[in-house]
């Protein structure tokens, strides 16, 4: 069996076991401050290669930058969409297992969490309005999500 030989890292000197994928080239371990050096190091290498001076510098790049932000105003004072993370789809596989077992995320695809979500939510608001109607369903349900936004707001800021 053979055994990967083992790095120095340029940054901390911590030994580390490359990546098989990048082990020709890879001279940093993976901690955070030494992958921040190690980007560091390749812009500068780039950016002072014959190829890489040059680079974003240009009419023709200026004009094309400028094209873009006038088709695409404010883009820097949108704020970036909050996305739910997966350690919620897996609370509520533990809510919908059976007593006594918990399950892996491997268990389950994740569009069977999706739709357990979906399908408990639609039994609910058959019961909540008393009525099949989908207006009044639809109009609960954007209710419904507006406050579950507001708790997990507050449960973030405790």
């Not at 909050?82 to 077992?101: M, S, V």
């Not at 979500?117 to 507006?146: A, C, Q, V, W």
Request: some cysteine; overall charge positive.
């Amino acid at each position: 069996m053979l055994r990967s030989p083992r790095r120095r890292c340029f940054h901390c000197g911590r030994l580390y076991k490359p990546d098989p994928r990048n082990r020709r080239h890879q001279r940093y371990c993976t901690r955070a401050a030494c992958r921040r050096v190690s980007k560091q190091s390749s812009q500068h290498t780039w950016t002072h290669s014959r190829k890489g001076r040059n680079y974003f510098s240009g009419f023709d790049n200026v004009s094309r930058v400028q094209d873009w932000r006038k088709l695409n105003p404010g883009y820097w004072k949108r704020r970036s969409k909050e996305c739910d993370a997966l350690q919620d789809f897996l609370f509520l596989l533990q809510c919908l297992a059976p007593t006594g077992r918990s399950p892996n995320a491997s268990e389950r695809a994740l569009q069977d969490i999706l739709n357990a979500y979906g399908l408990l939510l639609l039994g609910l608001m058959t019961k909540l309005p008393k009525s099949n109607k989908k207006e009044i369903i639809d109009e609960t349900f954007r209710h419904l999500i507006l406050a579950g936004q507001k708790a997990r707001k507050s449960l973030i800021a405790k």
